[in-house]
């Protein structure tokens, strides 16, 4: 059975990464999304399982110490981690999964597995981030100061993945997103059986 891709999409905090990959999971077929386990309070419209595993601090640090995690990150004063089973369980049974995960969780995963599909997702500009950040209404003004402060820096890391989708619209973004993932399924090391039939 074939391995099925990891694919890893980040962002500085407020581009739209949660937009946009809700889009991409609601179009593409054979791609599972991985819920991350996080220590922040659930926002209104969250749900336990569903956005994230909400989890206290001494549940997580647990997890930490019984290798329950890809990666794990402290971001903005709080744990978020990558639940490590499931992961291998949809890839060994051939489904693509999709990690929304920040810059340091990324730059873990492309240590551990360089074979992993590396997306980074730019906002048009780093006004209309401010705008989306606080067009959400979702943050405190302190939590805002310290995401727009981690912003550049974050940018910057992106230069270190393989490929860049600016989210100017939605539509757009997911539109060249479907596109990698095409390619990368076309890949000759992926599909050395297609040849098989011509050995003969
Ligand atoms: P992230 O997950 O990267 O923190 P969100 O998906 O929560 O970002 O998006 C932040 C805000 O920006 C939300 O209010 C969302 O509706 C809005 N947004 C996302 N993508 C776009 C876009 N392409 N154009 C305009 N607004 C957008
Ligand atoms: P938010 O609090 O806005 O949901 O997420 C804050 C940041 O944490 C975002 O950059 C998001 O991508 C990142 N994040 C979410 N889940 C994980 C995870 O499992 N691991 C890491 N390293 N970062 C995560």
Redesign the pocket.
């Known amino acids: 059975m074939k391995q099925g891709l990891l694919v890893v999409i980040s962002?500085?905090?407020?581009?739209?990464?949660?937009?946009?990959?809700?889009a991409l999971m609601k179009e593409m077929k054979g791609i599972s999304y991985s819920i991350s386990a996080t220590t922040r309070f659930p926002r209104e419209n969250e749900r336990d399982g569903v956005n994230y595993y909400f989890l206290s601090r001494e549940a997580f640090e647990k997890m930490i110490g019984e290798g329950g995690f890809l990666e794990w990150a402290e971001v903005y004063g709080n744990y978020y981690g990558t639940p490590l089973k499931k992961i291998q369980e949809r890839l060994a049974e051939g489904q693509d999964i999709l990690l929304?995960i920040d810059t340091q969780g990324a730059l873990k995963v492309m240590e551990k597995c360089p074979e992993g599909v590396f997306i980074f997702?730019l906002p048009p500009s780093l006004e209309?981030l401010e705008?989306?950040?606080r067009?959400?209404?979702?943050e405190t003004e302190e939590s805002i100061i310290k995401?727009l402060g981690a912003a550049r820096k974050e940018i910057d890391i992106g230069r270190r993945y393989a490929y860049v989708v600016m989210?100017?619209?939605?539509k757009e973004?997911v539109m060249r997103i479907k596109a990698i993932l095409t390619a990368e399924h076309c890949r000759v090391e992926l599909n050395t059986e297609m040849f098989e039939v011509f050995e003969k």
């Not at 067009?135 to 979702?138: E, H, Q, V």
Request: glycine share 22%.
């Open positions: 962002g500085a905090s407020g581009t739209g990464k949660g937009t946009v990959c809700s929304e997702l209309e705008r989306r950040i067009g959400r209404g979702t995401r989210n100017d619209t939605v973004a």
